[in-house]
């Protein structure tokens, strides 16, 4: 396909709750339910923020990365399962408060966890096609959990933007290919009008995640004629700590591969910006050359696969914008009171 990463930006509130804190809440086993999800702590947003916000924090970096002109952009695409509004698309408000001008694209798109993957696929096409010159793509999410349910472990909030093009003297990366695998999983659901989502429990493991993530692993691998070993990194949607890590194993990829994605260890699932902040975080140590498989997974359900190889750009474009463990260094931990506060639940 061969289009271009020209910059990319995260966002990470700075606040945390720990499994620990709402497991004593509910009388649970802390170090059970930590040790079965692989997570010990989750991003929280503060009462101001919420998926716009986020998106908007996200792009500023990836257009500071990207050392481009807001008024350059075509498209802007906004992955989420949180927009703010039903009906007032957030992508329309993230491009006004960038500057970006009237004379582009817009779109919300919701598919889960892959929303924003969907919509990288879309802007390569219309790149690839000469249809536009220069697109945004942001995955944000403030995800919600019901309390007391197995999600409000894990779902957590952050962002990731991705600014693609054609430019080979300011890559930070190209795409060479691309699959998607989808068929109608509903594993995990939310009605509209209802608050919180529902899920299909252990439903959720093999016919929904693994089914997907490995099915659109093994498609990638066999139409780029390559094999886990080619690449120095993989990145796997992380619903919680442990499926990412088991999916790479059956796949072929060592832990090392891995290990530099997993931003799920430290701020839980964003859900849209799940995979791309494990992009990001990769990215921000990745070296010319370097080969990154990349796969996302959104319930409902559908994985998106996605091989990338590392430009020279990448060391220019480092350190004009925040890395992903920027984000990490400074947090504050909070009480699941001030969760429930600032979710909005009480």
Not at 145 to 167: F, M, Q, V, W
Not at 173 to 180: C, E, K, N, P
Not at 189 to 215: I, K
Request: hydrophobic share 35%; with cysteine.
């Amino acid at each position: 396909m061969n289009v271009d990463i020209l910059g990319y930006g995260m966002y990470v509130p700075y606040r945390r709750i720990s499994v620990s804190e709402i497991a004593s809440v509910w009388g649970k086993n802390k170090d059970e339910i930590s040790k079965s999800l692989g997570v010990s702590q989750k991003s929280v947003p503060y009462l101001d923020e919420d998926a716009v916000t986020l998106a908007y924090e996200a792009a500023s970096e990836a257009i500071l990365r990207a050392q481009i002109n807001p008024t350059e952009i075509e498209a802007c695409f906004v992955g989420s399962e949180s927009h703010p509004y039903a009906v007032n698309p957030t992508s329309t408000i993230v491009a006004e408060f960038l500057g970006i001008g009237h004379k582009y694209l817009a779109a919300d798109l919701e598919f889960a966890c892959k929303a924003a993957t969907t919509g990288i696929i879309a802007t390569a096409g219309l790149i690839a096609s000469s249809q536009i010159k220069t697109g945004l793509v942001i995955g944000s999410d403030t995800a919600q959990a019901r309390p007391h349910d197995i999600l409000e472990y894990t779902a957590s909030s952050a962002s990731a933007a991705y600014i693609l093009g054609k430019d080979k003297n300011k890559s930070i990366a190209t795409l060479q290919g691309t699959v998607s695998y989808s068929s109608d999983t509903p594993d995990f659901w939310r009605r509209d009008g209802v608050r919180f989502p529902s899920h299909g429990g252990r439903f959720t493991g093999e016919p929904s995640y693994f089914n997907h993530v490995l099915s659109a692993s093994k498609m990638l691998l066999e139409k780029t004629k390559t094999t886990p070993s080619d690449y120095t990194y993989a990145v796997f949607h992380m619903p919680n700590g442990k499926f990412p890590r088991a999916a790479a194993k059956r796949l072929g990829f060592s832990e090392s591969q891995i290990a530099p994605s997993l931003i799920v260890d430290h701020i839980g699932n964003p859900y849209s910006a799940s995979s791309l902040c494990g992009l990001g975080a990769v990215l921000d140590i990745a070296k010319p050359q370097d080969k990154i498989f990349v796969v996302s997974y959104g319930s409902g359900a559908g994985s998106d696969a996605f091989s990338f190889e590392v430009n020279s750009g990448i060391l220019e474009r480092r350190g004009k914008s925040k890395s992903f463990k920027d984000f990490i260094s400074f947090t504050k931990q909070i009480s699941y009171v001030e969760y429930l506060k600032y979710g909005g639940k009480i």
